[in-house]
């Protein structure tokens, strides 16, 4: 008998997402590699054995088991996109949207992120680091068990790595493993009112460099976690040209790149992005149909961000079953942030993006695990139940893993094992 930390059995279904290495694309999308009657073993934080619950039975003697009976298992949830460092919250705004003024006009006339900007600057690194550790709680609850995290609520240096130094601490003081992501190029602060080139000299010459002097002596560095350099492409943030320099100079210095691009105006940032050889491009709301063989012909995951569209109250969606049959890697995230989408919830994103997207069920798990962990660079290390790999799963209050997309709202999970251990137990010992 071989000796393991954990064996996880009876699971009337173990989702293992198990493939080839590589995002899911097109019809791979549809097949989450169930096996009926599962089982899994951990030793210490990895993976040592995925399989039919009477072998591994046979096989394993553990210092401790958990019989799923009832309870269907899968990966742990990845978010790849989110915004929760920040002080504060957009009530007032959120009244003012409910009364016809739209995201846009408010962050023409100074609020937006700068209103959120205004709280972080005023805020210290230990009140941020306060302020969001509930939301990455109530995040664990939810499933999620590997998160990326943006700045850009600082738009100066010294708040930008306070953002920073909050991610690290965070990472220390909860389960969730997170990835930090530079969003200095997010909006142009309001002392470079009309002068944002200079601001994104300010953003390329000093702020970049100082983020990536950071990141070497940070614990980041030390787990082979990247830091990724993020821009807001947009009208009434950064052009195209700007944004191009920012990811430039990001690829010099040799940090990954992703970007926020076509939200609301196509302006061409896909295309950039691309030629930049982005990690991820985010959100394509309003992306040509035309531009989705490119992206399909990349090696660039199409992060959709649902909870956006449904949060500014349009009935207008990204054209995910396109891009899927395309060939594109599509991933699913909350862009969890105080104002385009407050919402923690990964199971919400994809029981909408089931409806309004048109995806399978399949699909949104896949581009909730495997695809998201190639969208934060940890593809193959996070995101399948896999022998190899971290041993991050989600022990489901529900038998079938379609709960999790057909439940609208609730909170689908019994357990979370993170790097083998039991890190949230709601329902089951
Ligand atoms: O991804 N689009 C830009 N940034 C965020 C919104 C951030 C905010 O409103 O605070 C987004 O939607
Ligand atoms: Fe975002």
Redo the contacts with the bound molecule.
């Keep these: 008998m071989e000796e393991c930390d954990l064996l996880i059995h009876s699971a009337p279904q173990l989702i293992t997402c198990a493939g080839p290495p590589g995002p899911r694309r097109g019809i791979a999308m549809r097949d989450a590699s169930i096996i009926t009657q599962g089982a899994l073993a951990i030793r210490g934080t990895a993976i040592v054995a995925v399989g039919p619950s009477d072998e591994l039975r046979r096989r394993f003697t553990a210092r401790q088991e958990i019989d799923a009976t009832g309870h269907a298992v899968c990966p742990g949830l990845i978010d790849c996109?989110t915004?929760i460092v920040?002080a504060g919250d957009?009530i007032t705004e959120f009244e003012q949207r409910c009364a016809g003024a739209t995201?846009q006009e408010i962050?023409a006339a100074g609020g937006?992120?700068l209103h959120?900007m205004r709280l972080t600057r005023a805020a210290s690194t230990a009140t941020l680091v306060a302020e969001t550790l509930p939301r990455l709680a109530h995040m664990l609850r939810l499933g999620t068990t590997t998160a990326e995290v943006k700045t850009?609520?600082g738009l100066e240096s010294d708040t930008e790595l306070r953002q920073l130094a909050a991610i690290e601490q965070l990472t220390a003081i909860q389960p969730i493993e997170l990835v930090p992501t530079f969003?200095a190029a997010?909006?142009v602060p309001p002392e470079f009112h009309d002068r944002a080139d200079s601001y994104v000299d300010l953003v390329v010459e000093t702020m970049l460099p100082l983020a990536r002097r950071w990141y070497h002596s940070s614990s980041f560095a030390d787990q082979a976690i990247p830091l990724f350099v993020d821009v807001?492409c947009?009208r009434g943030?950064f052009t195209v040209p700007q944004s191009r320099r920012v990811l430039m100079a990001a690829r010099d210095l040799g940090l990954p790149r992703k970007a926020?691009v076509d939200?609301f105006n196509e302006l061409g940032g896909l295309a950039m992005a691309l030629e930049v050889e982005a990690t991820s491009v985010?959100?394509l709301d309003v992306t040509s149909t035309t531009a989705f063989s490119a992206l399909a012909a990349s090696a660039t995951i199409a992060v959709l961000?649902p909870l956006?569209s449904i949060n500014l109250g349009t009935t207008h969606f990204a054209a995910a079953r396109q891009m899927i049959d395309a060939g594109v890697a599509v991933a699913l995230s909350t862009?969890a942030?105080?104002?385009?989408?407050p919402s923690l919830s990964l199971p919400l994103t994809m029981a909408i993006a089931c409806r309004y997207l048109r995806m399978l069920p399949a699909e949104a798990l896949l581009a909730t695990t495997v695809n998201a962990a190639y969208a934060i660079g940890l593809g193959g290390r996070v995101g399948a139940l896999m022998p190899g790999m971290q041993a991050d799963l989600l022990i489901l209050a529900a038998n079938d893993y379609r709960w999790l997309m057909y439940e609208l709202g609730g909170a689908p999970v019994a357990q979370v094992i993170k790097r083998g251990q039991v890190v949230w137990n709601e329902r089951i010992s």
Aim: charged fraction near 15%; aromatic fraction near 14%.
């Design positions: 996109h915004h920040y957009r995201y962050m937006g992120i959120t850009g609520y969003l997010h909006a807001f947009e943030a926020h939200e985010d959100h961000l956006v862009d942030n105080p104002g385009s989408a």
